[in-house]
């Protein structure tokens, strides 16, 4: 790997890191404060808000300016939203700020991999940072349990500032206050990554025609006969992951009686589980190959809705890091692809806004979805099993649909397989 992957990979696991723990801080200060059941799993969705309101702006964004400088404004935005969790705005106001500097932080993320990495190298490189930002997954998880659980939340509570009430109170205002620290040890790495050699294009001055550049790009990618296929499969993993690592609070609490503590181990063993496939897919993936993965996919959402037989945490256990490993697998090569495909049809910024776009509306329906069915009294086990049952259905219409296109239009896959495989096999001196 080129000089300064490292120092981008130091950069993204302490920003998600500090992302994960922060969710489980959010969901610890609604229950304290005795917030509507609804409000929980609302959180997926609202912070998946402006990645769709934004997304024809962010990605013209960070091919317009070095991408290690957005990611140190995002990383900024991001510890606004965790001030003003902290001095008393709504969690899911405050939520969805940090989503805004998500939102900026990742198209500069990805996009910055397709810069300064070869084709040959994406697929490795995106199991490594995948498999490292679901290890700050598991972490941060962990971490933001027992930053709110009974033996850390009493130390952070104890530490004064002399001369100053912070009016900080509650553990998971404790715990929200450690976590700004997290953001700005983030922030300095993004100051040292490496500003590479590709040109910076320049960004529209009317937000009119950010807009019609932004639905172009999009359209570019759904007509592409691969990048839609690994659009489709990457925009509903991730739909379904987003809300899957919230609703399994509620789904512990009420499969296994555990408290935001105890449940937040269940989503770190999920995520374990996503490090491993991920890690091996980027051994044993070639770009050429990414859509043999896709019956994967299947066997994903039935695993989601087999979750709801799952009522002993000996079996729990076996069960998720199964779940993860089986989605980890399917996803990095599929995500490699996608960005191939869009580094080759337009800017990598403006290709994985688009990505992003598709991702998070999935994220913001789902959730809106499940959200609605707790605010009528559904139950968690209902709602898991409508996932599942939308992930092994999908998967098995965007397979049939690679299928038709293979056969369909033939010499067009044919003719960007090869350029994936040439591509892949071609390392710049």
């Known amino acids: 790997m080129k000089k300064g992957f490292s120092t981008i ?39 998946a808000l402006f990645y769709v309101i934004l997304a024809p702006f962010v990605g013209a964004f960070a091919d317009a300016v070095p991408k290690g400088k957005v990611m140190f404004y995002a990383n900024l935005i991001k510890i606004v939203g965790c001030l003003m969790m902290m001095f008393g705005a709504h969690p899911l106001l405050s939520y969805a700020i940090v989503g805004l500097g998500a939102a900026a932080y990742s ?6 991999l397709t810069e300064l990495l070869p084709p040959s190298q994406l697929v490795k490189a995106n199991g490594w940072i995948e498999g490292l930002t679901i290890a700050s997954i598991i972490l941060g998880i962990l971490l933001g349990g027992q930053l709110v659980g009974p033996h850390l939340a009493p130390l952070l509570l104890g530490l004064d500032l002399p001369f100053l009430d912070t009016g900080i109170d509650t553990p998971p205002e404790a715990a929200i206050a450690s976590l700004v620290l997290l953001y700005l040890v983030a922030a300095i790495f993004n100051l040292a990554i490496p500003r590479t050699q590709t040109e910076l294009q320049p960004l529209a001055h009317s937000p009119f025609a950010l807009v019609r550049d932004f639905a172009s790009c999009n359209s570019r990618l759904w007509a592409d006969k691969l990048g839609q296929i690994s659009l489709a499969t990457t925009t509903l993993f991730w739909g379904i992951s987003g809300n899957m690592r919230i609703i399994v609070f509620p789904w512990a609490a009420a499969a296994l009686g555990y408290s935001t503590t105890q449940a937040s181990t269940l989503g770190g063993v999920v995520a374990l589980g996503t490090a491993v496939g991920a890690v091996a897919a980027s051994v044993y993936m070639r770009l050429d190959r990414a859509t043999k993965v896709i019956p994967l996919g ?43 495909r869009g580094h080759n049809l337009m800017g990598a910024g403006r290709s994985i806004a688009v990505q992003n776009f598709n991702e998070q509306a ?34 098995a219409l965007i397979r049939l649909w690679h299928q038709s296109n293979c056969i369909n239009h033939r010499e067009e896959v044919e003719r960007l397989m090869v350029l994936a495989r040439c591509d892949e096999c071609h390392t710049p001196s």
């Not at 723990?21 to 409000?39: D, F, S, Y």
């Not at 913001?364 to 939308?390: E, P």
Request: proline share 5%; with cysteine; aromatic share 10%.
């Open 107 to 112: 198209p500069a993320k990805y996009g910055i």
């Open 298 to 340: 299947i066997i994903l959402g039935l695993l989601v809705v087999g979750l709801n037989a799952v009522t002993n945490i000996w079996v729990a256990v076996p069960f998720l890091i199964l779940l993860g490993l089986v989605g980890g697998f399917l996803v990095v090569p599929m995500n490699a692809l996608l960005q191939h």
């Open 9 to 47: 990979m130091s950069a993204q696991f302490f920003s998600s890191l500090a992302d994960n723990a922060l969710l489980v801080g959010a969901i610890e200060l609604l229950r304290n404060t005795g917030a509507p059941a609804w409000q929980v799993p609302a959180l997926g969705p609202i912070f």
């Open 362 to 395: 999935c994220i913001l329906g789902l959730g809106a979805l499940y959200t609605g069915m707790t605010r009528i009294g559904l139950s968690a086990f209902i709602a898991i099993s409508i996932f599942g049952l939308i992930v092994a259905g999908t998967m």
